[in-house]
């Protein structure tokens, strides 16, 4: 996938359901906000697409204009990027006070175009049903909020951390957000993921309510609220249940936050013999 982002920083996370699965992420365009996209299809030889050329190789989603629609302008309008909500909330009292990230749940609805030569899909979003080409996630709970350090995609969660400056001239400090959150949805995991208590183990009791339509319901936070400019972790698995991670911050200290454990090594394999 090709795009291009004017800025160093962003303030926008973005997803396009290309064959490549690649992240990309949008800051400030110009006065109009506009985010320029565009679609890579991965490099098929002449033995297998007979007739294809470099140029097939490329195509120009469009310009996304996300203070008007959610549409593409150069795909059909039935093609859109699902949006995806961000919010705090507060969770404990006193010192055991924490300040967590909540995100929607919006599913995306992935349609694509048949390919006219196989039983095979093409990359591209179909015209003939709603459908969604990606997701987006505004950074917009906190004045200034951007990401300005490298993302972890891993086992499926999309590790990001939002820097939110200090509002004054030439400040150094600020805070952060450190996120996990669905790669392929862009909103929350399945399940929870922190030790939002601080109590070592990540259970039951890390879910948080909110309200949803008038009805109380227990959700996994997508975020914790930190102190400084926490970089990128090292992560230290545990145990087969548990694993840490390790975040320099820019207070001079070390944060570190008890998770729930991935799955790592082989999961399955394919051998082929010719």
């Known amino acids: 996938m090709l795009c291009f982002t004017p800025s160093s920083t962003v303030d926008r996370l973005f997803w396009n359901r290309s064959i490549f699965r690649r992240f990309r992420f949008f800051g400030p365009a110009d006065s109009n906000h506009l985010r320029y996209l565009g679609l890579r299809r991965p490099r098929l030889s002449t033995r297998t697409r007979p007739g294809w050329s470099e140029d097939d190789n490329k195509e120009y989603l469009g310009a996304f204009n996300p203070q008007a629609t959610a549409q593409l302008s150069n795909q059909p309008a039935t093609v859109k990027l699902l949006k995806q909500v961000a919010s705090e909330l507060k969770v404990g009292s006193g010192e055991d006070e924490v300040i967590v990230r909540i995100l929607t749940n919006e599913e995306p609805k992935w349609e694509t175009t048949a390919d006219p030569d196989s039983d095979e899909q093409l990359p591209d979003p179909t015209g003939l049903v709603p459908n969604d080409a990606g997701w987006y996630l505004d950074l917009d709970v906190y004045t200034g909020e951007r990401v300005v350090s490298d993302v972890i995609l891993?086992?499926?969660?999309?590790?990001?951390?939002?820097?939110?400056?200090?509002?004054?001239?030439?400040?150094?400090?600020?805070?952060?957000?450190?996120?996990?959150?669905?790669?392929?949805?862009?909103?929350?995991?399945?399940?929870?993921?922190?030790?939002v208590h601080d109590d070592g183990s990540?259970?039951?009791?890390?879910?948080?309510?909110?309200?949803?339509?008038?009805?109380?319901?227990?959700?996994?936070?997508?975020?914790?609220?930190?102190?400084?400019?926490?970089?990128?972790?090292?992560?230290?698995?545990?145990?087969?249940?548990?694993?840490?991670?390790?975040?320099?911050?820019?207070g001079g200290g070390i944060v570190e936050i008890a998770e729930r454990a991935v799955k790592t090594g082989i999961a399955y394999w394919m051998e082929i013999r010719q």
Request: charged share 20%; glycine share 14%.
């Open 154 to 195: 891993r086992d499926g969660i999309l590790i990001v951390i939002g820097f939110i400056p200090e509002q004054t001239f030439c400040g150094a400090g600020g805070e952060s957000v450190f996120m996990e959150l669905n790669a392929f949805t862009g909103g929350q995991l399945a399940g929870v993921q922190f030790d």
């Open 202 to 250: 990540v259970g039951e009791d890390d879910y948080v309510e909110i309200e949803v339509n008038g009805e109380m319901i227990k959700v996994p936070p997508s975020g914790i609220k930190l102190a400084g400019n926490i970089q990128p972790p090292a992560i230290i698995k545990l145990n087969d249940k548990t694993e840490k991670k390790y975040l320099s911050s820019s």
